[in-house]
């Protein structure tokens, strides 16, 4: 008797996914977590999907939404305050090349 024919026997096994199955996706056309067919695959996993709503092809997403205008604003200003603190900016005095600070190794002249 089949495992699924079993009452009380729970499936653990996963299969492969195939051509057209069906799975859930964030279409960025809809804006929303909707069904989509898978339209391609790469190594047994999903490439591209394409939205049974709107019919939209994308590249498979795993369910996540991609990060809004305002997280990314907010990534950039902690990136640039983590820079800010690591190397701070040089001013126009301290872009100047001193001759003191030139390793050995840069002062020689290369022969032709």
Known sequence: MPAAARP???LTEVRDFRLGDVIDDFCVKCRRLTNHAIVSLL????AK???????NDHDYRHEQAPP????????????N???S???????P???AIDPEHIPPAAKKKKRA
């Open 8 to 10: 009380g026997v729970i």
């Open 68 to 79: 809004s205008k305002k997280e990314l604003l907010k990534q950039k200003e902690l990136f």
């Open 85 to 91: 603190g690591v190397a701070p900016s040089l001013g």
């Open 93 to 95: 005095a301290d872009t």
């Open 43 to 46: 190594s047994g996993q999903a």
């Open 49 to 55: 999907v394409r939205c049974r709503t709107c019919y």
């Open 81 to 83: 305050a983590v820079l």
